[in-house]
């Protein structure tokens, strides 16, 4: 222990930027898995309307950036290990979960919307719209996670 900050505070934030990444990279990779596996079924139907289907897959990829930015932020504060106090690891695993469990969330949303807003749409093209609100509602999850991450970040 050294200036009163105990060895073990950087673990924490290790852990946080970890699990920032970890849980929002498995929501994009389910959310894209999942919307991808519609695609293809609807792209069978309807091959025209391939491209217009990429949607939910892009926004899952989004889901991601979510956790590399607050991933790269606490990152980027584990240079000075004597000076990391407990409490910055502690808030730095808060903001890292934060993130990664609303990513996690917000991709397993959108992956099931996703698939089923695709082929919904090949056979009703008038659902597409309401499937990207729902996808938005989806992704804004994701958002809500990012911005109490961001907020825990500064304290």
Same mark, same amino acid.
């Given at each position: 222990m050294e200036d009163g900050n105990p060895i073990y505070g950087p673990f924490f934030g290790v852990m946080g930027a970890a699990s920032a990444?970890?849980?929002?990279a498995l929501g994009a990779a389910y959310g894209t898995a999942k919307s991808g596996t519609g695609i293809a079924a609807m792209s069978v139907m309807?091959?025209?309307?391939?491209?217009?289907?990429?949607?939910?897959?892009?926004?899952?990829?989004?889901?991601?950036?979510?956790?590399?930015?607050? *991933?790269?932020? /606490?990152? &980027? +504060?584990?240079s000075d290990h004597k000076s990391y106090s407990l409490y910055q690891? @502690?808030?730095?695993?808060?903001?890292?979960?934060?993130?990664g469990f609303s990513g996690l969330a917000a991709g397993f *949303?959108?992956? /099931?919307? &996703? +698939?089923?807003?695709?082929?919904?749409?090949a056979q009703q093209p008038r659902l @597409?719209?309401?499937m990207i609100l729902i996808l938005?509602?989806?992704e804004v999850l994701?958002?809500?996670?990012?911005?109490?991450? /961001?907020?825990?970040?500064?304290k």
């Open positions: 990444i970890i849980f929002s309807r091959p025209e309307l391939i491209m217009k289907s990429i949607i939910p897959v892009v926004m899952a990829g989004i889901i991601a950036i979510y956790g590399l930015v607050i *991933a790269v932020l /606490i990152a &980027g +504060d584990l690891g @502690f808030t730095r695993l808060g903001a890292g979960l934060s993130v *949303a959108i992956g /099931i919307v &996703g +698939d089923a807003g695709v082929r919904g749409t @597409f719209v309401g938005i509602f989806a994701g958002l809500y996670g990012l911005i109490v991450g /961001i907020y825990l970040y500064t």
